[in-house]
């Protein structure tokens, strides 16, 4: 019996995982809610939280948290209704960290991520999950390396750009932007 418990396991986290989309059985009830854990090869928990029944569909509903493989949090927050909604943190896979909000589904509101060794690396603001306004980056030592306006997610407008010293501006990717593209340089890189 313990050659199948590994497949087993694997059944039920993939029947689970998967919702069970029209599988409603007649004890279910639309508004019903489940724990919902998922498990990894090696039978760590890599997600757990609840679900809940809506239009015959389980949706992950309430506070959910994940974790890699080895059991190390890497993305905690709250669902309704499927979408991230309120304040997440999340771990990347170069080990940065974010910090911020979804709305429906959509990252909104100010935004930092922080760097493997906690440094602040970029601070700025989403709207309708796109970066809008002023964002600030860093590199990992803490000295500046941008300052740029964005709107509808990419680089609009004045873009600054320092050299590693973080207040020198470096003026061949400094000058005003448009859909990400360098349109004009600043004048210092033309001299």
Not at 33 to 47: D, E, I
Not at 166 to 188: C, F, H, I, K, M
Request: glycine share 16%; charged share 25%.
């Amino acid at each position: 019996m313990d050659a199948w418990h590994p497949l087993l396991v694997a059944l039920l986290v993939l029947s689970v995982g998967a919702g069970l989309t029209g599988c409603s059985g007649a004890d279910e009830e639309e508004g019903q809610t489940r724990p919902l854990h998922q498990f990894g090869r090696n039978g760590v928990p890599t997600a757990e939280g609840s679900e809940r029944l809506e239009g015959g569909e389980w949706l992950k509903h309430g506070r959910f948290i994940f974790r890699d493989e080895m059991g190390v949090t890497i993305s905690e927050g709250e669902y309704e209704s499927g979408l991230e909604v309120g304040p997440w943190t999340q771990v990347y896979g170069d080990g940065s960290r974010g910090e911020g909000a979804f709305l429906r589904g959509q990252r909104t509101g100010p935004w930092r991520t922080f760097f493997p060794n906690g440094a602040p690396q970029d601070a700025g603001e989403y709207e309708s999950g796109r970066r809008t306004g002023e964002w600030t980056s860093r590199r990992k030592d803490g000295t500046l390396l941008r300052i740029a306006m964005f709107v509808d997610g990419k680089e609009n407008g004045p873009v600054t750009y320092f050299e590693a010293d973080g207040q020198t501006v470096d003026p061949a990717r400094t000058g005003l932007y448009r859909n990400g593209e360098l349109q004009a340089p600043s004048r210092a890189a033309n001299r």
